[in-house]
C-alpha cells in the first residue's frame, strides 16, 4: 500500500462502539481488524478504553512495548502475513499489568487527548482503516475521541436481548448528535450451534439487530454466532479468524465485504485502494 494522501495518513477512522458493556465488542472490534488485514488493507487498531484496555491480552502481544520515534508513540506491530500486518495502541502498553486507572472526568479527557494525538499511525505507510475500540456506553470518552480523531463513522455492536437493543438506539441518537454517520450495526451472540449435533439454538434470540437497524434506519452489517472457540481464542491470543474455518469466522469476511460496500457509498477523504 502506498501513501496517496500526504495530509491525512489515514484514509478511514471508524469507531467500535456500544451502548452498554458485555456486548463483545471488543471482541468484534479485534477480528474486524484482523479480517481487514487479511483482505489486504493497512489497518491499525486503536484501544482506547483506558481503564479496561483488553486488546493486547486478546492478542497475545500484552508482553511488547510501543517505540518512540521524534516524541511520538510507534505502535505496536503484529505481523499476519509474509508482508503485512496489524498495528495496536493500546493503554495497557503504558501501565503496570492489573493496575487500576482511577481517574475522575476532566483527567481521563485530557489524557485521551494526549493519547491519541500521540500516536505516529503512518510510521510504515499509511493506513486505509483505523479501528477505535471504544468504551462502553455514550458518555464522554466516546464524544471526546469523536471530537478529537474526525472520525468517518461508527460501527456498534450489540446483542439481540432487548435491553442491549435499548441502549443500540441511545448510541445511535448519539452518533446523529455528533453529525457521525453510522456505518452499521453488528448482532453479536446472534444464535448458537450445538457443535455435537449441528442444531441451532436461540440462546439470547436472534434478528433483533437487524430490526432495530430497519427501525433507525441505519444499515445493518451482519450477525455473529455465539461460538466457544471465540473466547478460547480471545484467551489464549490466536487470532480467530485467521485459524479457524468456522460459521462464525465466516460471518466476520461477510460483515467486512459488506462495511466495504457502506464506506464505498459514503463521501470519504480519499478512495480505497
Same mark, same amino acid.
Given at each position: 500500500?502506498?501513501?496517496?494522501?500526504?495530509?491525512?495518513?489515514?484514509?478511514?477512522?471508524?469507531?467500535?462502539?456500544?451502548?452498554? /458493556? #458485555?456486548?463483545?465488542?471488543?471482541?468484534?472490534a479485534?477480528?474486524?481488524?484482523?479480517?481487514?488485514?487479511?483482505?489486504?488493507?493497512?489497518?491499525?487498531?486503536?484501544?482506547?478504553?483506558?481503564? /479496561?484496555?483488553?486488546?493486547?491480552?486478546?492478542?497475545?502481544?500484552?508482553?511488547?512495548?510501543?517505540?518512540?520515534?521524534?516524541?511520538?508513540?510507534?505502535?505496536?506491530? $503484529?505481523?499476519l &502475513?509474509?508482508?503485512?500486518?496489524?498495528?495496536?495502541?493500546?493503554?495497557a502498553?503504558?501501565?503496570?499489568?492489573?493496575?487500576?486507572?482511577?481517574?475522575?472526568?476532566?483527567?481521563?479527557?485530557?489524557?485521551?487527548?494526549?493519547?491519541?494525538?500521540?500516536?505516529?499511525?503512518?510510521?510504515?505507510?499509511?493506513l486505509?482503516? $483505523?479501528?477505535?475500540?471504544?468504551?462502553?456506553?455514550? #458518555?464522554?470518552?466516546?464524544?471526546?475521541?469523536?471530537? $478529537?480523531?474526525?472520525?468517518? #463513522?461508527?460501527?456498534?455492536?450489540?446483542?439481540?436481548?432487548?435491553?442491549?437493543?435499548?441502549?443500540?438506539?441511545?448510541?445511535?441518537?448519539?452518533?446523529?448528535?455528533?453529525?457521525?454517520?453510522?456505518?452499521?450495526i453488528?448482532?453479536?451472540?446472534?444464535?448458537?450451534?450445538c457443535?455435537?449435533?449441528?442444531?441451532?439454538?436461540?440462546?439470547?434470540?436472534?434478528? /433483533?439487530?437487524?430490526?432495530?437497524?430497519?427501525?433507525? &434506519?441505519v444499515?445493518?452489517?451482519?450477525?455473529?454466532?455465539?461460538?466457544?472457540?471465540?473466547?478460547?481464542? /480471545?484467551?489464549? &491470543?490466536?487470532?480467530?479468524?485467521?485459524?479457524?474455518?468456522?460459521?462464525?469466522?465466516?460471518?466476520?469476511?461477510?460483515?467486512?465485504?459488506?462495511?466495504?460496500?457502506?464506506?464505498?457509498?459514503?463521501?470519504?477523504?480519499?478512495?480505497?485502494?
Amino acid at each position: 500500500m502506498t501513501k496517496t494522501d500526504e495530509t491525512d495518513p489515514i484514509r478511514h477512522r471508524i469507531m467500535i462502539m456500544s451502548g452498554k /458493556g #458485555g456486548v463483545g465488542k471488543t471482541t468484534v472490534a479485534v477480528n474486524l481488524a484482523l479480517r481487514l488485514v487479511e483482505s489486504r488493507k493497512n489497518t491499525g487498531l486503536l484501544d482506547a478504553d483506558i481503564t /479496561g484496555p483488553n486488546i493486547p491480552k486478546m492478542l497475545h502481544i500484552e508482553d511488547e512495548l510501543p517505540s518512540a520515534d521524534e516524541e511520538m508513540l510507534i505502535p505496536v506491530y $503484529l505481523p499476519l &502475513g509474509c508482508d503485512h500486518g496489524l498495528s495496536v495502541m493500546s493503554m495497557a502498553f503504558m501501565i503496570e499489568k492489573d493496575a487500576a486507572v482511577p481517574w475522575h472526568g476532566q483527567l481521563r479527557t485530557d489524557f485521551i487527548r494526549q493519547f491519541v494525538e500521540g500516536i505516529r499511525w503512518d510510521w510504515m505507510d499509511a493506513l486505509d482503516y $483505523l479501528l477505535i475500540d471504544l468504551p462502553p456506553g455514550t #458518555g464522554d470518552e466516546p464524544m471526546s475521541i469523536a471530537e $478529537l480523531m474526525d472520525v468517518d #463513522g461508527v460501527i456498534i455492536v450489540t446483542t439481540p436481548q432487548d435491553v442491549a437493543l435499548l441502549d443500540t438506539r441511545k448510541a445511535i441518537n448519539m452518533a446523529r448528535y455528533l453529525e457521525i454517520p453510522v456505518i452499521g450495526i453488528i448482532e453479536n451472540m446472534s444464535g448458537f450451534v450445538c457443535p455435537h449435533c449441528g442444531c441451532e439454538i436461540d440462546l439470547f434470540g436472534k434478528g /433483533g439487530g437487524e430490526r432495530v437497524a430497519k427501525e433507525m &434506519g441505519v444499515p445493518f452489517l451482519g450477525s455473529v454466532p455465539l461460538d466457544p472457540l471465540v473466547v478460547r481464542s /480471545g484467551d489464549s &491470543g490466536i487470532p480467530f479468524v485467521l485459524e479457524i474455518n468456522s460459521a462464525t469466522a465466516r460471518s466476520f469476511e461477510a460483515i467486512v465485504d459488506r462495511m466495504d460496500e457502506v464506506m464505498k457509498g459514503m463521501k470519504s477523504k480519499t478512495p480505497l485502494s
